[in-house]
């Protein structure tokens, strides 16, 4: 799977819309941009993926470049419980014994305040 | 909505004790994974199950051996704790692994601490 780049944390308040960006410059073009974030002391959790076009449902939006060499993740108004760290992934086709394999990278740990 | 069910959620061993981690996911999906998160770094796989009646070493499979049951239920043992397994594992399952467009859904984890 290709790599991606995301910063290493974000600040947000609380009801702000929060813009968390993540580059992918050598994405292949059957390469899907999965998001998943994890909460304090749980297991991640799927937020949304996108092949070309801009995706919404109703945790996030994501927004892919024309190039898709770059998405962004949208939280539309932030909450407290949004606070967690955000991974972009992107997964391709899979086989061999990367099997399906999620690879996490270190994310984007997003702070809320109130 | 149980989605992916681990036991137990905590677990202290002593080095060379063996257990068994539990998951158990009510979406029939095909796929199942065992991963396990360190401080500091993202989540690695140790196995997987591409279908029922399959199982494939992932990236960091020494120490560990996996059962899949039956379509719903995946296990990861430890045959002798070692404290380098000492880790937060998380079963995770999916459609179907080779579809790149499905996601994964994950239980909340097994907090293992070995002594």
């Known amino acids: ?114 | 909505n149980a989605g992916v069910t681990q036991t137990p959620k905590f677990q202290v061993l002593k080095t060379g004790q063996s257990m068994t981690l539990q998951c158990a996911q009510d979406m029939n999906h095909n796929s199942m994974y065992w991963y396990r998160q360190d401080p500091g770094m993202g989540l690695r796989l140790i196995y997987y199950s591409a279908s029922e009646g399959t199982t494939d070493k992932g990236e960091v499979p020494n120490g560990y051996n996996v059962s899949r049951l039956n379509k719903r239920e995946f296990s990861l043992r430890l045959e002798s704790a070692a404290p380098s397994q000492t880790s937060v594992y998380f079963c995770a399952s999916s459609v179907r692994g080779s579809y790149s467009n499905q996601p994964q859904h994950f239980g909340d984890g097994t907090r293992l601490s070995i002594l």
């Open chain 1, 1 to 114: 799977d290709a790599k991606t780049t995301q910063p290493n944390s974000m600040e947000s308040n609380e009801e702000e819309p929060v813009h968390l960006p993540c580059n992918h410059s050598t994405i292949s073009g059957t390469d899907y941009i999965h998001w998943y974030r994890q909460l304090p002391s749980q297991g991640p959790e799927y937020v949304i993926h996108g092949l070309t076009s801009n995706v919404n449902n109703r945790m996030a939006s994501l927004a892919i470049a024309e190039d898709r060499k770059s998405s962004t993740l949208i939280l539309h108004r932030a909450t407290l419980r949004d606070a967690a760290v955000y991974y972009c992934i992107l997964r391709g086709n899979a086989g061999g014994t990367s099997y399906g394999k999620l690879t996490f990278g270190q994310g984007t740990i997003l702070t809320v305040h109130p």
